[in-house]
């Protein structure tokens, strides 16, 4: 509905309405002229300073081409033409020979220009104290002006037309556009919407003036901060924003914040002419809408904040993203990407679905609008707590007046707000009570100490492996020290020096015994896969204990004797504790075995020895190196 103001109240605000660009003090940028995205201050002012034009940075590597305050410390930035595609050091913005605004980048290649490719070229730029960028014509006419491409913020004397918008950007200090905007539509109707980020493509429309559907025409904010929806024929038809400010005193503006309001704020230009304001921006009353948390809790899409979270108001009005029990931020840098959970979800495989698992903790006044697959009425709140633990769809119920809502996830449009009697009965696994609240960021300093204590315990186990190496590889040194070397005591001997191993694969794993005598038991074997060749290997059971020395100085003594009637030693196996002779196999027996074929002696090494002396002087003079034990009393 119109508004009927009294007629001189019309005067006045017709007395606000925006002065022609025409009538602005000039600092004219001359064809030709350039800036240079680096770390100097280089920049085109306008004539009282408050504004300039040029680069800002905005990142370690990222410029924006932009427009900003100029005399405070903050350098607000209040436009941008390239907050999408970040320029990098050594881009170059030119108003070129054929008036062009052309914005390169540091290989030469075009970002963005104003006017578009065809049109009329400038005489000339300039930056207005209005805040206002212009490329002017031969005639003074504006050929293009940075206030008909606004990007978040409106100036005193900016004008939104029809399809105009106001894009939030992604983050405080992120200037990309971001989840919210503001537009003026075709139809006249100034509606604010929710995007499907990272498209600006509208989804839902969590404000609206309504009355000028069909008659808006343009969005007017005069000089003394008002703000209102004008028809064609200037009839006022909705007041956005109503406060009025010394402009002479205040720097002034309206911009739509990445949380998704629209605010107005305000700057003393001095210290002296601002002796009812603080030295920072400060919010004027009134900021729309109100409560965005319960503007937006009715949409299809994630809502104020992400998916699994949930919106509250703070003591200074904003808005702020929290997790719920359970749940921590997906990413703590940018919290209005919503949450995920710190637990493994309910098994609907699992006979039980692992009720006794989970346990249910109260949100009071906390709803998950269009996050229901279930309802229930008339029930109570146990019957609808233990429903939920029951189902392993159901993440979180919510409970009012005898119903039961049961949700799933991705939880959407969560919000907590005094005025709601919802509660919210979040399902959680019983292992992560001890979590602690997902809404707030880990403490740095337990980081710090978890991470300390994990760097000494990790320390602390590397030197005990490298000493728990040093000690094996040790003892595997002196043990490998105990075994001769392959011929190390046969050097003029033809003997072969075996492995246990060899030794107990050519017996069969010691299987066919031939005999025992009084150092051990002799067993048959087989050598080769081809020329096989039988052998007979005897244990030195006895023998283990004995020297190196000793048992190096026997196998000399016995391979080094050639007798027709002893069997000749072909090799020895001298591994750790095993002390073995190989001898070539005679299947009708020795000397020695025919003697004492029926004897049942017990002969001791030194007799054995003194025995085969006395054959061999018998039959045959043979080298007395040594004499060769043998397998006897088989």
């Known amino acids: 509905m119109n508004l009927q103001l009294p007629y001189c109240f019309c005067f006045f605000l017709l007395l606000q309405l925006p002065f022609s660009t025409n009538g602005q003090a000039y600092n004219n940028v001359s064809l030709g002229s350039s800036l240079t995205a680096a770390s100097g201050d280089l920049f085109w002012t306008s004539p009282s300073g408050e504004f300039a034009f040029g680069f800002q940075q905005v990142s370690d590597a990222g410029y924006l081409l932009a427009?900003?305050?100029?005399?405070?410390p903050e350098r607000t930035i209040v436009w941008s033409a390239n907050r999408n595609n970040l320029a990098q050091r050594g881009s170059t913005v030119q108003l070129t020979a054929d008036g062009q605004l052309v914005l390169n980048?540091?290989?030469?290649?075009?970002?963005?220009?104003?006017?578009?490719?065809?049109?009329?070229?400038?005489?000339?730029?300039?930056?207005?104290?209005?805040?206002n960028f212009v490329l002017a014509g031969q005639a003074g006419a504006n050929l293009w002006q940075s206030f008909d491409e606004p990007t978040d913020t409106l100036l005193p004397t900016q004008n939104l037309n029809l399809g105009g918008e106001l894009i939030a950007p992604y983050l405080e200090k992120n200037y990309s556009d971001g989840r919210f905007k503001l537009?003026?539509?075709?139809?006249?109707?100034?509606?604010?919407?929710?995007?499907?980020?990272?498209?600006?493509?509208?989804?839902?429309?969590?404000?609206?003036?309504?009355?000028?559907?069909?008659?808006?025409?343009?969005?007017?904010?005069?000089?003394?901060?008002?703000?209102?929806?004008?028809?064609?024929n200037g009839t006022i038809l909705n007041p956005v924003f109503s406060n009025s400010v010394p402009s002479q005193d205040l720097y002034l503006r309206a911009t739509i914040d990445y949380d998704g309001v629209f605010r107005q704020y305000v700057y003393p230009k001095t210290a002296s002419g601002g002796k009812r304001w603080a030295m920072n921006w400060t919010t004027l009353p009134n900021s729309i809408p109100s409560n965005i948390c319960l503007a937006i809790r009715y949409s299809a899409a994630s809502g104020a904040c992400g998916f699994n979270s949930y919106c509250t108001l703070g003591d200074d009005q904003r808005p702020s993203c929290r997790c719920p029990p359970g749940?921590?931020?997906?990413?703590?840098?940018?919290?209005?990407?919503?949450?995920?959970?710190?637990?493994?979800?309910?098994?609907?495989?699992?006979?039980?679905?692992?009720?006794?698992?989970?346990?249910?903790?109260?949100?009071?006044?906390?709803?998950?609008?269009?996050?229901?697959?279930?309802v229930f009425s008339p029930v109570d709140e146990d019957w609808c707590r233990q429903s939920c633990l029951s189902d392993c769809y159901c993440d979180v119920a919510t409970f009012i007046d005898g119903k039961c809502w049961k949700k799933r996830g991705p939880l959407l449009n969560g919000v907590t707000d005094p005025s709601l009697r919802d509660k919210a009965l979040m399902k959680v696994r019983i292992a992560n009570r001890t979590a602690g609240s997902s809404a707030k960021k880990r403490d740095p300093s337990a980081l710090i100490v978890t991470g300390s204590v994990l760097l000494g315990s990790s320390i602390f186990l590397i030197v005990l492996s490298l000493l728990g190496i040093y000690v094996f590889f040790t003892r595997w040194n002196r043990q490998k020290r105990k075994v001769?070397?392959?011929?190390?005591?046969?050097?003029d001997m033809n003997l072969q020096n075996f492995t246990y191993n060899e030794l107990e694969t050519a017996t069969g794993g010691f299987d066919e015994e031939l005999g025992r005598g009084a150092f051990g038991p002799v067993y048959k074997g087989v050598l080769g896969d081809e020329d096989k060749q039988i052998i007979a290997v005897k244990k030195l059971e006895k023998m283990a204990g004995e020297g190196e020395t000793e048992f190096k100085t026997e196998v000399k003594v016995i391979g080094r004797t050639n007798h027709k009637n002893l069997v000749q030693l072909v090799g020895f196996c001298n591994e750790?504790?095993?002390?073995?002779?190989?001898?070539?196999?005679?299947?009708?027996?020795?000397?020695?075995?025919?003697?004492?074929?029926?004897?049942?002696?017990?002969?001791?090494?030194?007799?054995?020895l003194l025995l085969l002396r006395k054959s061999a002087a018998e039959h045959e003079k043979s080298r007395r190196d040594s004499v060769a034990d043998q397998y006897e009393t088989m």
Not at 67 to 72: H, K, L, R, V
């Open 67 to 72: 427009i900003w305050f100029n005399n405070i």
């Open 183 to 232: 537009i003026l539509q075709d139809d006249g109707n100034l509606v604010m919407q929710t995007t499907a980020y990272p498209l600006t493509t509208s989804i839902f429309a969590y404000w609206t003036t309504q009355s000028s559907i069909g008659s808006g025409h343009q969005l007017i904010f005069n000089q003394s901060g008002y703000m209102y929806v004008v028809a064609t």
């Open 484 to 491: 001769i070397p392959q011929h190390h005591v046969i050097r």
């Open 327 to 374: 749940y921590t931020f997906s990413d703590h840098d940018d919290e209005r990407k919503g949450c995920k959970k710190t637990f493994i979800s309910q098994d609907c495989d699992h006979p039980s679905q692992e009720i006794d698992s989970f346990e249910i903790r109260d949100m009071p006044n906390t709803n998950f609008p269009y996050a229901d697959y279930e």
């Open 576 to 608: 750790g504790q095993h002390r073995l002779l190989v001898y070539e196999y005679m299947s009708s027996g020795s000397l020695l075995q025919i003697k004492f074929l029926n004897g049942d002696l017990a002969i001791s090494s030194a007799f054995h």
């Open 105 to 131: 980048n540091q290989s030469g290649t075009r970002i963005w220009t104003r006017p578009e490719l065809g049109g009329s070229g400038a005489a000339y730029a300039a930056m207005l104290d209005t805040g």
